[in-house]
């Protein structure tokens, strides 16, 4: 009986100190179902911008860097090429 006392006690204590109220579960379960809905919508809004990505053909950030570095490749190659064939001519 005794033990029961203190553990109600305890329980009242720690409440007060860590300010968890009933109310707060509530809210933190409100908080929880808004965090999900507005989790839901960025998930749609992620799935409908990747769908019209995909739709209109544009390219993500690594194919338009992995394009760059094969035009400069290419554009370096052609220097080397120019360079070479004004070498042969003088």
Do not use: C
Request: no cysteine; charged share 35%.
């Amino acid at each position: 009986m005794k033990m029961n006392i203190i553990k109600k006690k305890f329980r009242q204590v720690f409440k007060v100190l860590f300010n968890i109220h009933d109310n707060k579960g509530a809210s933190l379960s409100d908080q929880i179902k808004w965090k999900k809905r507005e989790r839901a919508e960025l998930e749609n809004k992620i799935e409908v911008l990747t769908e019209f990505l995909e739709i209109n053909r544009i390219p993500i950030v690594q194919d338009l860097i992995g394009e760059k570095d094969n035009l400069g490749n290419y554009l370096n190659n052609a220097k080397i090429k120019y360079k070479n064939l004004t070498k042969e001519r003088q």
